[in-house]
C-alpha cells in the first residue's frame, strides 16, 4: 500500500509541474498516465488518512533523521566544507549565475565612450570624443526568453548541488555503518577464534594423553588457522572503511581521524511508520530533469524568434575640437539612430539551430521521462527491500535464540560426556555464522533505508 501511495503522489505531482512546460509534452504524459492516476488517487486518500489518525508526532524529514548519530556532525560539517565534489557543484553553480549575468545584460542598454586624437602632416591636431548609447528592442521577446532560459539553468544546477550535497551525507553515513558492521564482524570472529584456540589446547592435551585422535587435532588447527585469515580480513576491511569515511570529508589531516564508532548500531526511524508521506517532489535529480526541460524549451523559443526581424536604437553624443579640453563636449552633436535588420539569406543556418533547439527540448523530455522511471523504481526497490529485510531480521534472530539455547545443551552433554569436542565446536560455529548474518542483515537494512531516504528525496537540513 505505501509504495503505491508513493507512485500515485509522484504522478500526480509531475503531471502537475508536466502542464506549465511544452503543451505537446504534457499531453503524452497526460494521456499516458491520467489511467493509473485515477485508479491510485483514491486508495492515496483513504490511506494518507489512516496514517493522519496513526501519526505519532515523530517526523523524519531530512536524511540525516533515518540514522541519529550525534557524533557524526562533525563529519557532516567537514565534508560540507571541504569535499571536492561539492565544492565542484558549488563552483558550478557560481558559473551558472555570471552566465545568466550575461545574459541578463543583453537587455539593458550599453554605453560605449571613446577619445581620439589625430595629427596629419601639414594640418593641425584634431581631437575627437563620443559617448554612445546602443538599445535592442525586445519586441519578440527573445532576449527575454534567453535570460529565462539561464534562469531555469541556475534552477537545474541548484539541483544538481541538492543532489551532491544529499549524496554526500548519504556516503558519510554508508561509511559511518560500515566501520560499526565491521567492528562487530570483527568482534564475532574474535571470540570464535578464543573458543577455537581453548578447543585447540583441549583437542591437544587429549591427543597427548592419548585420549583424542590425530584427525580431530588436525581438523581444530585447521579451523583455527582459517579463522585468525578471517580476523585478518575483517581488521583490513575495518581500516579501510574508516580511510573511506575519512575520504568523504575531502581531508587526509582532520581532527577526528579515528573515528569511535558504536560498536552497536544506531538507532532509527522506521521511515514507513514515522515519516511524513513523500511524494518525491523534492528528488533533486527530478527537479533538475524538469528545469532542463524549460531551459530548452526557452532556448526553442529564442532560436525560431532569431529568424524575426529585430529592432535596435542608437544616441551618440560626439564632438571635434582642436584641443583636448574643447573636445570634451564643448560644443557636442547629437545623433539619434533607428535601425531594423532581419536575416535574409544564411544558407538554413536559423533553421537548423532551431530545429536542434526543439529536439534538445524533447530529448530532454525523454531524459525526465527516464529519471522518473528510475526513480519509481528506487522506491519501489527499497520499499520491497526493507519488508523482505525485517523478516529475515525477525527470523534469524529466532534461528539466533535457539543456536544458543543449543549451545548451553551441547555444553551440558559435553560435561556430562554424552557428545565429543567436534558436536559442541560445530554447534557454537553455527551460532557465530548466524550471529555474523544477523548483523550483516541489519545493517543492509540500514543501509537501505538511506537509499529509501534518496528516493523520497529526503535532503540534508541545512
Known sequence: MFRYSIITLILTGVLGCASTSDLDYAAQANASSNIAIEQLVEQVIAEREVRANQQNGETGNYLTDLVSIPALSQYLDIALENNPNLQQSIVALKIAYAQQGVTGADRMPTVDASFGAENTQNTDPSYNADVTVTWEVDLWQKLADSNNAAIKDIAATQASLDATRDLLAANIMRAWLDISVDQQLLQIEQRRLSILENNETLVLDRYQ???GSLEELDSAKANTASTRATVAQYQENLAQSKRSLLLQTGQWD???SSPEVSSTFPSVLNPLDNLSVQDMSGRPDLRQAFFNIEADSY?????????????????SLSDIADSPSDALFTNPVWAVLGQVSAPLFQSGKLKSQAEIAELS????????????????????????????LAQQQTHLNSSLTSAKRSIESYQQKYREGLVDILDLLIVQQQAYDIEAQLVSTTHQ????????GLALGLGVSS
Not at 532556448?299 to 544616441?315: E, G, H
Not at 530529448?363 to 528510475?374: E, K, R
Not at 537494512?445 to 529509501?452: E, K, S, T, V
Open 299 to 315: 532556448r526553442t523559443d529564442a532560436a525560431y524568434k532569431a529568424m524575426l526581424p529585430s529592432f535596435s536604437l542608437s544616441a
Open 254 to 256: 582532520v581532527v577526528a
Open 445 to 452: 537494512r540500514l543501509i537501505n533505508r538511506i537509499d529509501l
Open 209 to 211: 594423553v592419548g585420549l
Open 361 to 388: 527540448t524533447e530529448q530532454s523530455y525523454w531524459n525526465y521521462q527516464q529519471t522518473l522511471l528510475t526513480a519509481v523504481n528506487e522506491v519501489e526497490n527499497a520499499s520491497g527491500q526493507e519488508y523482505a
